[in-house]
């Protein structure tokens, strides 16, 4: 069984700069607070922007800014 950063590893290598990942809630970029921030902050260093649908607002939010 993959461990969490091992399968973060090979769905980060399927993204590129630029690409726009869009998730339902921040949850399911980690499954702790430390986590979620630690993955949204390495896919912004890649170039990778994320968007979040649940963030209770009329539009998508972008994660981070």
Do not use: C, P, Q, Y
């Amino acid at each position: 069984d993959d461990s969490w950063e091992e399968r973060l590893e090979r769905f980060f290598g399927t993204l590129r700069s630029g690409d726009v990942l869009v998730v339902a809630n921040r949850h399911a970029m980690g499954r702790t607070v430390d986590e979620e921030t630690r993955t949204i902050a390495a896919l912004r260093r890649r170039g990778i922007v994320v968007k979040v649908l649940s963030h209770g607002g009329r539009h998508l939010f972008d994660v981070g800014r």
